[in-house]
Structures are given as structure tokens and as C-alpha cells.
């Protein structure tokens, strides 16, 4: 079992791999949900960026 992340940071990353995860599942006819995965990614470079 998985321990729980320790900040903000690690959360992300753990968040980022399963994005990863579903972003090659995704077939190319699914530009909305592949648009999804890019922004909250995006999202989370911002962020994190803010918060250093």
C-alpha cells in the first residue's frame, strides 16, 4: 500500500502519474478529455510555480 504524501508536492507528482496513466489509455478521437489532462497539468505548474 501506497503511504500518503507528505506535502503538496508529492501529491502532485502522484496525481501527474496517474494523469500520465490516463493520457496514454485516451484514443486520439478524445481531444476533450486530452485537453482536460493538458490544462489541469498545466494547472498544477502554475501552482506550484505561485507557491515558490
Do not use: C, I, P
Not at 476533450?32 to 498545466?42: H, P
Request: glycine share 4%; net charge positive; aromatic share 6%.
Amino acid at each position: 500500500m501506497l503511504a500518503s504524501a507528505s506535502g503538496w508536492l508529492e501529491a502532485v507528482e502522484k496525481a501527474r502519474y496517474l494523469l500520465g496513466l490516463l493520457a496514454q489509455s485516451l484514443d486520439a478521437s478524445n481531444l476533450r478529455r486530452r485537453r482536460l489532462v493538458d490544462r489541469v497539468l498545466a494547472d498544477f505548474d502554475h501552482l506550484l510555480d505561485k507557491s515558490t
